[in-house]
């Protein structure tokens, strides 16, 4: 989550995340439902409110506080700086 919808987000960055997590969602809730502990059920929860994180995150597409959304473009011209 840190890596794709942190301070400073990019469109394909929040996509990436919301896959991954709702993957990883579905599996802690497979987990759950045969193995129902107060452990799984609390890491159930904490994908289900990363999942919404993420939605939203990718949802709002403007730029507000602390957190906002890089463009595709300034993300590589970031990357190509800290290389050198």
């Given at each position: 989550m840190w890596d794709y919808v942190g301070?400073?987000?990019t469109q394909?960055?929040?996509?990436?995340?919301l896959r991954e997590v709702s993957d990883l969602?579905?599996?802690?809730?497979?987990?759950?439902?045969?193995?129902?502990?107060l452990e799984t059920a609390a890491v159930r929860d904490a994908a289900w409110a990363g999942e919404a994180v993420a939605?939203?995150?990718?949802?709002n597409t403007s730029s507000a506080g602390a957190h906002y959304v890089v463009?595709?473009?300034?993300?590589?011209?970031?990357?190509?700086v800290a290389s050198r």
């Amino acid at each position: 989550m840190w890596d794709y919808v942190g301070v400073a987000r990019t469109q394909s960055g929040m996509e990436t995340a919301l896959r991954e997590v709702s993957d990883l969602r579905q599996e802690i809730e497979h987990l759950n439902a045969t193995c129902p502990t107060l452990e799984t059920a609390a890491v159930r929860d904490a994908a289900w409110a990363g999942e919404a994180v993420a939605r939203s995150a990718l949802s709002n597409t403007s730029s507000a506080g602390a957190h906002y959304v890089v463009a595709e473009s300034d993300e590589d011209d970031e990357d190509m700086v800290a290389s050198r």
